[in-house]
């Protein structure tokens, strides 16, 4: 099992950053890539970026490309998504999950997941 605890998220106004991170712990080594998933009420759940563990492969999705930067700290047990020049589409509960095997955009690729942060972008 893995345990994923995401914090950071808030409000913030249009042009804002924000960073949020996940802290992952248990059985850790058996992680092969974290991603970041968003939700929108009314919305399905969809991928935003992950990373691959070990090599620190990285992958976006076309709406955040230029504008948000996923990155891992293997010691620490943690990955983040630095997000700026945030838009008020943007506004969603942000998710962290983990796959000990293949990865990808669809949310059946990943076994653990976090409660989720709320993050706003007023305009």
């Known amino acids: 099992q893995v345990q994923l605890v995401e914090s950071g998220g808030g409000l913030v106004q249009a042009g804002g950053s924000l960073r949020l991170s996940c802290a992952a712990s248990?059985?850790?080594?058996?992680?092969?890539?974290m991603a970041w998933f968003r939700q929108a009420p009314g919305k399905e759940r969809d991928f935003v970026a992950g990373i691959t563990w070990s090599s620190g492969v990285t992958s976006y999705a076309n709406s955040v490309k230029g504008r948000f930067t996923i990155s891992r700290d293997n010691a620490k047990n943690t990955v983040y998504l630095q997000m700026n020049s945030l838009k008020p589409e943007d506004t969603a509960v942000y998710y962290c999950?983990?796959?000990?095997?293949?990865?990808?955009?669809?949310?059946?690729?990943?076994?653990?997941w976090g409660q989720g942060t709320q993050v706003t972008v007023s305009s």
């Open positions: 999950a983990s796959t000990p095997g293949f990865w990808g955009t669809d949310v059946r690729s990943y076994a653990y």
């Open positions: 248990g059985r850790t080594s058996s992680t092969y890539a």
